[in-house]
């Protein structure tokens, strides 16, 4: 039987496992394809959700864009000390909200004000993101039980599934129905998946910098 490391088996040293911090070859190499995917698909989806007039197409592009964002950002923190992972993440929480205030705020702005968007437009490209993220959310899943800056991954790729989902569904009563509602309540589930996902990453890494802090100051107080 070979040994083994603390690093690489760290309950045969007696101690809990670390937290997955993003230092592998094989995430970042994921990381970076899945950047790619996000980046294409928020140029398709902007276009189309602005030719469809789809609210919630729009929102699923905004959350390319994040994502796009997330992701590079999560590989630039990838081997930096705790503080600047937690910082990071504490960063993209606050984005995610922001991003659900928008969406919230612009579909009740459209409730009043635009039509039903166009329903095949929005099944056509609803399905073309569903494919990329459902292949983000597979190629990610290993890694989702890492850390603050690691699990806001997993976390826009499961947001970003059931929105494609969320979409389908739409555009389908869209179609049968010829009304903008169903649009609008997937564009205001989305903004909800964005607020709670903001909330999970920013506990999550408010969490991690308190611990750093205390351990930071155990010596002193020794």
Known sequence: ????????KPACCGGPAPV????????RGVLWLVVGMNAAMFAVEAVAGQLAGSMALQADALDFAGDTAT???????IGRALQFRAKAALFKGVTLAVMGIY???ASLWRTFVEGAPEAVTMGVVG???????VAAAVMLARWRDGDANVRSVWLCSRNDA???????AA???????GTK???LAVATVMAGLFLQSAVLITRQASDELRRDGWRAQRPAAQ
């Open 71 to 77: 992701y590079g950002l999560t590989l630039l923190a």
């Open 103 to 105: 969406v919230l705020g």
């Open 171 to 177: 555009a389908g009563v869209v179609a049968w129905t």
């Open 162 to 168: 059931i929105g494609n989902v969320a979409v389908l």
């Open 181 to 183: 509602w169903a649009d």
């Open 127 to 133: 399905a073309m993101a569903l494919a990329v993220n």
């Open 20 to 27: 997955f911090d993003g230092t592998s070859r094989a995430f």
């Open 1 to 8: 039987m070979t040994s083994a490391t603390c690093h690489d």
